[in-house]
C-alpha cells in the first residue's frame, strides 16, 4: 500500500512540475515579444494583409485589411483579392464575437460556403495575430516534449492541444522556445478544420511595434513533428503598415441589415 501511495504521489508531483515548467516557459515567451497586458492594452490593431500559397491547382491568394478589437475577439477584414471565395469585386467579411458574415460588393451572402470561409478566416486570423499571447488561456493544454536543437540553436519545445470546447476545431500546435531569448521563433501545426491533420512548419521574422514584437513576415511548408521540411513550396503571409490602438466602434463588427 505504501509503494502504491508513494508511486502517486511521484506521479503527481512529477505532472505538477511539468505543469510549472511549461507555464513558465510560456510566460517567458510571452514577456519576451512585450507582454500579456500591454498587448491587450493596445485594444485594437489593423494591418494590411497578404497571403499566397503555391502556385498550382490549389493556389490561393487573398490581399487586403484586417481589424481587431481584442474585448470579444472580434474581427473584421476588406478583401481586394480572394480567390477563396471565387468572386470578383470588393470582399468585406466581419465577426462580431459570436456569428460571422460575408459581403459581396456591399451585398449580404446567404451562401453557406463563403460564410463558412469568413468564419474560419475571422477566427484563424486573430488567432495567428494574437497567438503567443492565448497559449496560457483557460482549455489550452501543455506537454513538454524534449530539448531539440535547430541550426545550432537549442529550443524548449512544447505541444499544445485544447479542450473539446475550445474553438471550432482543436488543432495541435508545437512551439519551439529559444533558451537564450526566452522568442517564440517556430511552430508545427495542423489545420484540421481544413482536413489537416499532418504538420506544417512555420517559421517568422519578427518587428516591433510600439513595444509589441510581431511576427509580421511568415512563411511555412509541409513537415513531420519532428520539424523536418517535406514540402517543396512555401505559403507566404505578410503582415505589414501595423497600427494598434484604433478608435473603432463595435457596430463595425454586426452583419449589415
Known amino acids: 500500500m505504501k509503494k502504491v501511495v508513494l508511486t502517486l504521489v511521484l506521479i503527481a508531483v512529477s505532472t505538477l512540475g511539468t505543469a510549472q515548467d511549461t507555464t513558465e516557459l510560456i510566460s517567458e515567451a510571452i514577456e519576451a515579444i512585450g507582454g500579456k497586458e500591454e498587448f491587450y492594452n493596445k485594444g485594437t490593431v489593423s494591418y494590411n494583409y497578404e497571403y499566397r500559397a503555391p502556385k498550382g491547382e490549389n493556389a490561393i491568394t487573398l490581399v487586403g485589411k484586417e481589424t481587431y478589437m481584442f ?118 501545426f495542423t489545420v484540421v478544420g481544413f482536413g489537416i491533420t499532418e504538420p506544417y512548419l512555420m517559421t517568422f521574422d519578427y518587428e516591433t511595434i510600439d513595444g509589441i514584437k510581431i511576427p509580421s513576415k511568415r512563411k511555412y511548408i509541409e513537415a513531420d513533428w519532428e520539424g523536418n521540411v517535406k514540402g517543396k513550396a512555401y505559403y507566404i503571409t505578410n503582415w505589414t503598415n501595423i497600427k494598434f490602438g484604433l478608435d473603432l466602434d463595435k457596430t463595425m463588427f454586426e452583419k449589415p441589415l
Open 71 to 188: 474585448d470579444g475577439e472580434r474581427s473584421y477584414a476588406t478583401y481586394t483579392t480572394h480567390s477563396l471565395t471565387g468572386a470578383n469585386g470588393k470582399v468585406v467579411e466581419g465577426y462580431n464575437g459570436t456569428d460571422a458574415w460575408v459581403t459581396f460588393d456591399g451585398k449580404v451572402s446567404n451562401d453557406e460556403q463563403a460564410n463558412g470561409v469568413a468564419r474560419f478566416l475571422r477566427k484563424t486570423n486573430y488567432y495567428w495575430f494574437a497567438m503567443f499571447y492565448k497559449l496560457l488561456d483557460n482549455g489550452v493544454h501543455h506537454e513538454l516534449l524534449a530539448d531539440q536543437k535547430v541550426n545550432g540553436k537549442e529550443y524548449n519545445r512544447i505541444k499544445i492541444t485544447f479542450g473539446e470546447k475550445v474553438g471550432d476545431a482543436q488543432d495541435t500546435y508545437i512551439i519551439y522556445i529559444n533558451k537564450k531569448t526566452k522568442l517564440i521563433e517556430q511552430f508545427l
